[in-house]
Structures are given as C-alpha cells and as structure tokens.
C-alpha cells in the first residue's frame, strides 16, 4: 500500500426535499451573490428551478443565471461565465445539474480569480490556487464531480477535452435528492451507471499490492451499482434504487476507493478523445472503450482480472484456464453495458476508423498513459481498432 | 433509506514515516502552544517520542506533556489536562496513541474552553459549542477515533463510562504510519480488531430498508478486518496486514458505513458497564458480548441474520432452516473471536453473576437502549446472563 493524504471536505447533505436548504448552505459558506448555473432547462420544466429561487430569496440571496451546459462542458461558456462573475462581484457559484454542470462551475471558479484565459489552468499554464467556491445541487447520478477534484472541459477550438485536478476546487456541499433524478430519460441513467463503473475499474486496475481491504470495496461498489441500475431502469420511481445509485455514484468517485493505490486512468483519457471530436455521451464511450482495454491488457496481470470476473460477476473460477476465466468475465461486462441500452462497439454509435489514428495521437499528447498498464500511441490505436466492431 | 448529512474533515496522513510531518500539520492548523498527550510510556521506548520532539521543535512549536493515560480513560486524568491547558494557554493538543489517549484529548478540549466541569458534558448538563483542535498518531488500531466525532470517558466517582458525540470534537488530522502498531502485543492487536467489526455490527444491523449499498460496503469492511487481524497475528512484520488493518479501523468508525442507516449501538452501552466495573478491554467485552447479543435478538430479523452469516462466514444457506444457517454465522463468530484469542464468555475474564443486575441496570438508566431491537433492563441482564457461560 502507497503512503497518502486524504480528507474530502464536500458536506453531502443527502435525502428528499433537501434542495429546499441550499440557500441556508450557501449563506453557512458565506455566498451572498450567486452565479446560478445550470444546463438545457429541464430544470424549468420539473420544477425544481422555483424552489431554488424561493430558497435564495428566503436567505436573501442576490443571484444571476447562467444556463446553457451542454454535455461534454464547452470553454465558451466557461469563459462566458467567468466574465459575468468578473463583472458582477460574484462570491458563489451553485451548480445544478450533472457532471457537466458542475465541471463547467468548477473551470468558472478558477477562471474568475484569475488574470489570464481560464484554458492555461488545463493546458497547464497555470497552478490552481484559489477559487470562487462552488456548491452543487445534484441531478444525474454520473460523474461524481460533486465531491471531487477534477474538472474536465471541452475546448471546441481544436475539440481538446481536458481535464485538470486540484483540492481547492471541491465542492463545499453537494445536495443528493434521488427524486430529482425520477425524470432522467433511461438512456442517460445507463450512461451514468457505465461511468460510475469506471470510476471504480480505474482504481481497481492497479499494481500495488497489499490492497485488499480497497479491493473488496471497490467489488462492493462495482456490484452495487449494476444491481442499482438495473433495479431503477426496471422500476424508475424505486426511491430506494434511486438512492442507492447515487451515493454509489459519489463514493465511486470521492477518492477513498484510490487510497493507497496508484490508479490508471487510460480508459477515460481513450475514451475522452471520442466523446471530443463526436460528442457522444461519456458514458457510452466508456462502455465502448473499457471491455475493449481489458482485451488489450489482461495478461499483465491475469490473476487480477480472474479476481475481477469471479467477484464481481461470479464466474466460476477455472484453475486450470484462467485466462477463460477473465474472457469469461470481459463478456458478461459487455453483456451487462447491452442489457442496460449502452454501446460496446464504435459501429453502434456510427463511428468508423476514419480518425482513429487521429485520436490515439491525441490522447498521448504527453507520452503514454496508464498507471496499470503504460499505453503508447500504437497501444491506443490498436485498442480503438478492436473497439470497432 | 433515511436522509442524512456527511462529511468527515479529519485528514488522513497515512503510511511509513508520516510521524515527523506532525509539527508542520500542528502548524498549518494554527498551533503553537501544544498539549502533547499520551499513554503509559511506551512512546518513549519505542523512540516515536524522541521524533515527535524533534519535529515539534523543528516546526518552533511550544509544548507540555500529559502521559499516563489509561485504557477505559479516567475523568480525573481529563480534570487535570483541563487544568493545564487553562494554566498554559495550550491551543491544540495532540493525542499520540489508542483510543483511550484520544478520547481522554478530546475531553480535554472541551473542558478546557469550558466555565463548568468537564463532566457535564457527558452527563448531559451542557453541549459542545467550541473546543480546543485536537491532532492524533495513532498507534493502536481500533477505536476509530481518530476520525470520529465520539469520546468515551470513565468517571471513577461511581464507575460510569458514559460518551458524548459533536463534529466539533473530530480530530483536525490523523497521521496514521502501520510500522507503530508493530510493537504492539498480541491481545491489543485482537482488541482492537474486536473493536472495528463491532464498530461496522453496530451499523449493519438496522431495521432500515433499501440500504443494499451500504450494507455491502459493511460486509467488505468486516470480511477484510477478520481477514487483516489473522495474517498480522501471524507475521506481525507484515505491513501491508498491519495498513489494511490500520486503514479498516478508521473507516469502520468513520461515519460512511452507516449513512442512511439507524444505527443500533445496544452493545457497545452493554460493554461499557463491564469495562467500567471490571476494567477490562472493551474489545475482549464486545468479544463476549456481540454473540451473545445476537443470540439474543437475530429472531427480530432472521434474513438480515442469514445474510450476515452468508455474506461474512461463506455459511451454505439452508433455505429450509435460515435459523439453522444464523446460528452457524454466530457460532463462527464466536470462534473467530476464539482463534484471535479473546474471551467469548464473562467466565474467561474471571467475572461472575454478582453485580449482573446492577450492570443492566446502569446500561438502561436512560431508558430502553438499541436502535435495531429496543432493549429493556431485563434484556440487557437475561444478555448478561447468557454471556456468563
């Protein structure tokens, strides 16, 4: 086990109706006016958008409206939301809605206090070193964004999908309320699941040893959100499924599933190049991406992924043949993404191998990627390649 | 599964070598005028205190010493740290050692910015508003307190163990390094372990339903500390044992295994009258204790008692007979218990049936006591009663 820091700071205030307290929490932390920023309006359509402007102006809270997200978070509008926080004196950004919503919070946070463009933060021209703080009011189970310390931002100037990681920006409080999440369409709550599975898997995958004690919560997680899934995709108004799903959504994430281990994370930055340049969802690009990559680089360590098919997806153990053993596992991974509506193939979502090439160069930008296993451009391109079909 | 509210802010600073960081993580946390608070001396002979000096000194940070610290901690030791700090303006004290160490330093704190008596607190007579920050090197695993909001202390005047709860008392940071626990013998070691799965009982068995996610997080948590404790009995160098078990101690208590959960916690107030009177190890009294309990209660909710028995001891259902497949999960309890060399009954610790009564009455002054099955005074002594042989 590696030695590590931890702490996670992000007060989850988890439940129904706890919406209704995020102008108390935003007062506690000190916000007096507030960039309210949100996504495509859904938000209108529930509801919800009343009773987060009732509870503000019960605690007197002065706010202005950013509304827009797109999936995949756009840098215009980032920079759209740092100059309005530049020009109306904002001291709080509340961000309602998914991942996206909340990166493109995070990316505004950072950009408002600073001098120069907010892209030197993610093209690593700039170290993070304060922030408007930012608070959240969950509404797609997914990304776990609401209590970590990641950003990730699309700049549609060139479709580079970056990402950039610092304490300072977390959350100060997320609000989990499984029934904001009741009118998701399935599709969206199949991608969420698939990247809350890789949230785990990118921790799972490790060459640390000594581990066990992460090992079996993170099987635990992983389990936890198939079964969740699959309960809400079946009865969509199971409250309790709901719930489930959501805080697995956030441990998954919260980095104590990573301590003491060194992490991979080459799946997300193959699959980040994808959802850049054909703007699928992230979560159907990891569902694509991750079977594939386990394929690729199983052998490197055949006892983990023999583990990984026996735990999480009871696969009779062959002593004898482990390696079908681990087959036998990437095949009921694939079947679980088709069972919940995901892809498992680029051809499934219209993508041919016209810029494969082009992708695997992007995503090795730096040199090769993976803390499990290292993954040169030709590594990225061949595992594209057997992603086709 | 009921709403809640999360968040631990306890920084964990984990791994080999982490004890000479403790001035710079005092510093950052504003101290410059420490209570250094400690048990029986063993620090010294192991040479963590000549480190703990030097790295004080080399952050020019100020300090006076309290040892002496006994396990099941004393009020009269608490009055007089109390006395010390007010004496000496301390402005944070650092606990290095268990559970008793650490929970004797939170008293502390509390007592110290505190008109009244220290005891008030747990009598009931005041709240917490405000303490002194407190820091910890741990150097037992098992209370958990390193990273919880709880203190337990023994009143000497009449003999009561009584605890009180706040964030505000959560230690600023915990430095958690494996290689102090070494030292360790073996009984404290198996104590200890008593003490985390108790910890994650208390929280498992709840009449709360839809709480599958942490119910498995509870499972992983206990399968991995029973599997910890044996390989550090039996190679106490291991350290990758000896961080597994470190790391399960703290998040056995820290407070993620049972959110959304009614805790039950009727064991732990029946422990603490037998260590309170007897002065034994409150993980030998949970040893005897928890089988006992659960003999006495699993008809409250035989399937959570057949999952237990599954999940935790691989026990083969018996479809036919789930009271069949309880009582072997217990008994497997009770030998796990056995084969780490702790009592099972209150025989083995030479405690007989004479101030049974008494004990049960001092566990239920307050009323029927468990959050998962309501026990009355007779409960609590037919359960005392039960453990007797």
Redesign the interface.
């Known amino acids: ?16 109706d ?1 919406e209704n307290l995020v102008g108390e929490e935003i007062k506690s932390f000190g916000g007096k006016k507030v960039l309210f920023h949100y996504g495509g309006g859904s938000i209108k359509k529930s509801g919800l958008y009343e009773r987060i402007i009732k509870s503000l102006k019960d605690s007197h809270i002065d706010y202005i409206e950013l509304g827009g997200v797109q999936p995949n978070p756009r840098l215009s509008l980032v920079r759209s939301g740092v100059e309005l926080c530049k020009k109306h004196n904002i001291d709080f950004i509340l961000a309602v809605g998914g991942g996206s919503v909340i990166d493109s919070a995070k990316a505004i946070g950072i950009g408002a206090v600073y001098d120069g463009d907010v892209w030197d933060f993610f093209s690593g021209k700039a170290t993070i070193n304060t922030t408007i703080p930012v608070g959240v009011i969950l509404t797609i189970p997914a990304a776990g964004s609401e209590a970590s310390t990641g950003t990730v931002i699309t700049n549609e100037y060139g479709w580079y999908k970056w990402s950039v990681n610092s304490v300072i920006i977390r959350p100060k409080f997320a609000i989990l309320n499984p029934e904001l999440t009741y009118t998701l369409p399935a599709y969206q709550i199949a991608c969420g699941a698939s990247d809350m599975v890789a949230h785990v898997f990118e921790r799972y995958f490790t060459n640390e ?6 090992d ?2 993170c ?3 992983i ?2 959100i198939m ?2 899934v699959k309960m809400v995709l079946n009865n969509p108004t199971d ?3 709901r ?2 799903l959501m ?2 959504g956030t ?1 998954a994430h919260n980095g ?1 599933l990573g ?2 281990r060194i992490e991979d994370w080459a799946s997300h930055k193959i699959e980040h190049e994808l959802s850049a340049i054909y703007d699928i969802a992230h979560g159907a690009g990891l569902a694509i991406i991750f079977p594939h990559w386990m394929e690729y680089v199983y052998k490197h360590d055949i006892y983990r992924f023999a583990r990984f098919s026996h735990r999480i997806f009871n696969v009779d153990v062959d002593f004898f043949n482990l390696e079908a053993t681990v087959l036998e596992g990437i095949k009921r991974l694939k079947k679980f993404y088709q069972e919940i509506g995901l892809p498992t193939k680029l051809r499934d979502v219209n993508i041919g191998n016209e810029r494969l090439k082009e992708m695997a160069e992007k995503a090795t930008i730096n040199g090769p990627i993976g803390g499990f296993v290292k993954l040169t451009t030709d590594d990225v391109y061949n595992i594209y390649k057997m992603a086709l079909e």
């Not at 030695?3 to 439940?15: E, L, Q, R």
């Open positions: 086990m590696k030695n590590f820091t931890y702490v996670n700071t992000t007060k989850i205030i988890f439940g129904k706890t040893s000594g581990v066990d004690f992460t079996e919560l099987e635990a997680t389990r936890s079964r969740s409250y309790e499924a719930a489930n805080w697995e441990l104590i301590t003491g």
